[in-house]
């Protein structure tokens, strides 16, 4: 297999783990918010217009700040809205793919269920908004879109619940955790493996093909923040876990109000790709061994 994939984003957890994944015939050029400004349509549509042989192009870039968006719309917009909707139009000029990363936050979370692709997103803040905005702009602007909500991404790189949770035991005596947020989880690198697993098949996936639309992509099973924290600790202090606190999401006000159901149902995914991520228990061990193994190379 040869593939080349143009990516947006250098330095993120999702990119990273791109990065490092791609094996034997995957190139990618990815790249950084430095050589392409992603509040700049026309430097998008440069960058994707100028590029060279190109089979994929993948938007691994976004701004993810859920609460300082609340204070700082614009700029969500313009990374999350604006920027996919170049890249959208961009492609389609060239008769390119593009794989766009949404989330599971453009869901109030109001259901009983998990949420399947065709229901109503809803989002309650203006993180979600932006990046239901940049859904809908890209489906619009190219008929060979992938879009992919995402859940909780956890990874060995950034910032996230994992890294949140090691760093705050190390400094406070009770930990309070929220228990009453569900969702499913999923680890960056088995993200970043699903795409790249059907790189072959994108690329050459014509428009109007099953392959493209909306597609939740998710690791199996279902947790609360405290129940992810518990799987945390039992793999990091075994001998002596912190102590924890369950508490309501009510104990954390914050600018932006999150869904209290954000599970996504990814039928869809193994109807048309017939795969299912593992479970992200499985997933979080590995990727606690990763830092580990950082550590001990330190």
């Not at 995957?26 to 217009?49: F, K, M, N, Q, Y």
């Not at 239901?132 to 060995?156: H, I, K, N, P, T």
């Not at 930990?175 to 790249?196: E, H, M, N, W, Y």
């Not at 954390?252 to 228990?281: E, H, I, K, Y």
Request: charged share 20%; glycine share 6%; net charge negative.
């Amino acid at each position: 297999m040869s593939l080349k994939i143009l990516q947006f984003g250098a330095t993120g957890q999702f990119a990273r783990e791109m990065l490092d994944r791609a094996g034997p015939g995957v190139e990618i050029t990815a790249l950084s918010r430095a050589e392409v400004d992603l509040t700049d349509p026309d430097a998008i549509a440069r960058a994707i217009g100028e590029a060279g042989d190109t089979d994929l192009v993948v938007n691994a870039a976004a701004y993810t700040a859920v609460d300082k968006a609340e204070a700082q719309p614009d700029l969500a917009y313009a990374v999350n809205a604006w920027a996919p909707a170049a890249m959208a139009k961009a492609c389609q000029a060239r008769g390119l793919p593009l794989l766009h990363v949404s989330t599971d936050m453009v869901f109030s979370g109001h259901k009983a269920g998990a949420y399947l692709e065709t229901d109503a997103p809803a989002p309650l803040h203006i993180y979600g908004a932006s990046k239901l905005a940049g859904e809908q702009a890209v489906l619009g602007a190219c008929d060979r879109a992938l879009v992919m909500r995402v859940s909780w991404l956890f990874s060995a790189y950034g910032q996230n619940f994992l890294q949140m949770m090691l760093r705050l035991a190390k400094t406070q005596p009770l930990l309070k955790v929220v228990d009453d947020q569900r969702a499913c989880p999923t680890a960056s690198g088995d993200l970043a493996a699903f795409i790249l697993s059907q790189g072959d098949r994108l690329a050459k996936a014509p428009a109007g093909a099953r392959e493209w639309g909306l597609l939740h992509v998710v690791n199996a099973g279902v947790a609360s923040r405290y129940d992810m924290a518990q799987a945390i600790f039992a793999q990091t202090h075994a001998e002596a876990p912190p102590a924890m606190e369950p508490v309501p999401t009510s104990a954390f006000p914050t600018p932006a109000r999150r869904a209290l159901n954000a599970v996504l149902d990814t039928g869809r995914m193994q109807d048309v790709f017939s795969l299912q991520l593992r479970p992200w228990q499985e997933a979080l061990e590995e990727v606690v061994a990763q830092l580990t193994g950082q550590k001990e190379r330190a």
